[in-house]
């Protein structure tokens, strides 16, 4: 191992974080399996996707603590949450985690700006920018729960919801990156 260039307390936090995003993987894992064995198998191929993409946030962590000469801890993962009631309780669930990570991921952001760690600051960017874009594209799906579900006498738009989920992107738009 290398020299380590991480403080004691920014590894503490970034381990931490690292903790998170696979609790994250272990909720979106535990609503698709839901989604799945209640037929909403597009919203289940959505959620699993999902999963995986926090699994793979976890594993950055994991390189950039070892790769700053720090020591990655590998701690055990709580379970996730009660089953939804219903998919607007899912999407709703859903989008507080993000709320709930992104203030997490401003946490290290700004901790290593206390301490000056501009390498931890950059890396901590990137998730800056993926939080951005995943509570857009949670509430992008609410909206449309909310339309779809508006008229309860038209389950088809349920169905539609759920197909549109199944390829649906895994990053929403950014304001400032939108083409006009």
């Excluded at 379970?79 to 998919?87: D, G, Q, T, V, Y």
């Amino acid at each position: 191992m290398g020299r380590k260039r991480i403080s004691e307390k920014i590894e503490i936090a970034l381990n931490d974080q690292m903790t998170r995003e696979a609790y994250q993987a272990q909720v979106y894992l535990s609503y698709a399996s839901w989604a799945e064995i209640n037929s909403y198998t597009g919203i289940a191929t959505f959620l699993y996707k999902h999963a995986h993409e926090e699994r793979e946030h976890m594993f950055k962590f994991i390189k950039y603590i070892n790769g700053r000469g720090g020591e990655t801890k590998i701690e055990a993962i709580k379970a996730p949450p009660a089953n939804p009631a219903n998919i607007g309780d899912c999407l709703n669930k859903v989008l507080d985690h993000e709320i709930g990570n992104s203030t997490h991921i401003d946490n290290i952001v700004n901790l290593a700006h206390e301490e000056k760690d501009w390498a931890t600051f950059n890396f901590g960017q990137y998730f800056v920018k993926e939080q951005i874009e995943e509570e857009a594209l949670i509430n992008s799906l609410l909206d449309k729960y909310s339309l779809a579900s508006t008229d309860k006498s038209h389950n088809v738009n349920f169905y539609d919801l759920d197909k549109d989920l199944s390829s649906a992107s895994q990053e929403g738009t950014l304001p400032r990156e939108e083409t006009f």
